[in-house]
């Protein structure tokens, strides 16, 4: 049973201006088998939560913890995180310029796995998993992301999240700039995922429209660098009825947003 | 007529446009045979501002040979290889000398080796391997490439070993050949190499000429290309490594006096390691006569460490508007790391991750060597490369 625990999670930004605090103490478990949606409006720090996690080097973690199944996930370099099972769907893929995408995901897997798939298992696997999330096969030749739409960015990363498994999956914004025909392939994709195993998913977004798709055991407000209301589903019906006034109105907010 | 100009890049600097550089015409740049009628540089001269001159073993200042390169030519059947005294009337029919150290080679060969590309065949790959002289040595070189009309071949020159070593390279393209040419500059780590390589091309030739420079002190090629008819079409590819302390400079030259010609130069290189220093200048003159032409070149340069620098020069002259298309873009910049943390994020380890990167960065022209025997040898160098420095 995987368990992500974060624990008063302070995290600053590097910038051109210096360092400045985006994340002011986060408390959140995601357990295996629940999709916790985090819910926010822009410039709250809900991207900054999901690339802190993952480990990328524009952030410092000032203070609290991040665990995966009791490993301080803070310790570990990024690979080593995402090989521990953690997965962070990203809201802008990069693009990797003359790195194939089936060299990529066969590298990834192998990486991840601990050994290289079997080719002809292989193949099968990744055609399989393309085609249900209605990716032309031809894409495989090409190189990762490179000239891809904003929707096609979005599949293959759901793409990767199937043939990864990880134990955990950090969904940032995969919702944004997807039309209804492409929301409706990748929840899919994701709802495949959460049931294919004892799996947790932090499920970010800004819009409560993917939530129709997947639906969240937990929903969260966060607003100022912290989570500012927990609830069911049904917090997100609030959210959808009366927008983030009530949030970023708050003093310690105001500035953020 | 599409003018295009660079093209902006994530994580890229664009390069100047030579703002504040004297302004001369490719046109007016002085060619000779004759050694003396170049004054000796002194690094100023807008062809020599980048070239560590202290380190050229006198090439540029009338060093002596002491010694000769050994050439060793695998060719197959219908292949003609001939060693020639200098006087052979075919000799220097493809270009004239653009430097003072194309000059001195000119005037300072003893033998030149000439092979000749049967015409209306299809040859298998002729090999040359050029050997240099041995560490302190000075040595003097020519060679001749002749693909007769029809003809389809691939020449492979490979450059090894030590010394300074000075050539002039003819490569002359019958109408309606496809001449292939892949030049290997895999030197020892003190090798000095200064060439010059004079591309002629023929009506309707197909000229592809592939870069590799790798290993060597200081190593400055010249690749000049010229049309003598209509429907000319030249692809430069060029692709450098340089480690700490190499100097690397390519100069491309497209001469564009025939209408109707093509050319494509795309030239990219990675340097790492403290004072690893690559030049790359890409001239193109488009002139009046050259209605219709197409053309577009591109450089490209990883810098992976600091302490490492990229020159990068593209120039761009176009004196008829009647044009098909024309266009540069040139950038510099250094490793991605939002790259590296996408590859990682999936859980790729970091070494591997940035050998991915560098590979792909490569891609497009390792792609394009039709020789798998030096594709795969150049994947092999820019692995070991890599393992050097240890990313």
Known sequence: MATLEIKDLHVSVNTDEGSKEILKGVDLTIKAGETHAIMGPNGSGKSTLSYAIAGHPKYDVTSGTVLLDGENVLDMTVDERARAGLFLAMQYPVEVPGVSMSNFLRTAATAVRGEAPKLRHWVKEVKEAMSELDIDPAFAERSVNEGFS???KKRHEILQLGLLK?????????????DVDA???VSEGVNRYKQSGDVGVMLITHYTRILKYISPDFVHVFAGGRIAESGGPELADQLEAEGYVKYIGKPEAAGIA | MAVTTDQEQHGLTAHSHGAGAPISSRADHFTSFDVNAFEVPGG???IWRFTPMKRLANLHNGAEATGTANVEVNAPD???VETVARGDERLGVAGTPGDRVAAQAWSSFTEATVVTL??????EPTTITVTGAGEGQVAYGHLHVHAKQFAEAVVVIDHRGSGAYADNVEFVVGDGAHLTVVAIQDWADDAVHVSSHHAKLGRDASFKHTVITLGGNVVRLTPVVTYTGRGGDAELLGLYFADAGQHLEHRTFIDHSASNCR???VYKGALQGEDAHTVWIGDVLIRAAAEGTETFELNRNL?????ARADSVPNLEIETGEIEGAGHASATGRFDDEQLFYLQARGIPEDQARRLVVRGFFHEILLKIAVPEVRERLEAAIEAELEAVGV
């Open chain 1, 150 to 152: 904003g929707g096609e």
């Open chain 1, 166 to 178: 990880p134990k955990v999956a950090i969904l940032d914004e995969t919702d944004s700039g997807l």
């Open chain 1, 183 to 185: 929301l409706r392939v």
């Open chain 2, 44 to 46: 100023r001269e807008e």
């Open chain 2, 78 to 80: 219908g292949v003609t």
């Open chain 2, 118 to 123: 049967p015409g209306d065949a299809k040859s």
């Open chain 2, 263 to 265: 050319s494509n130069v």
């Open chain 2, 303 to 307: 810098v992976l460490t600091d302490g």
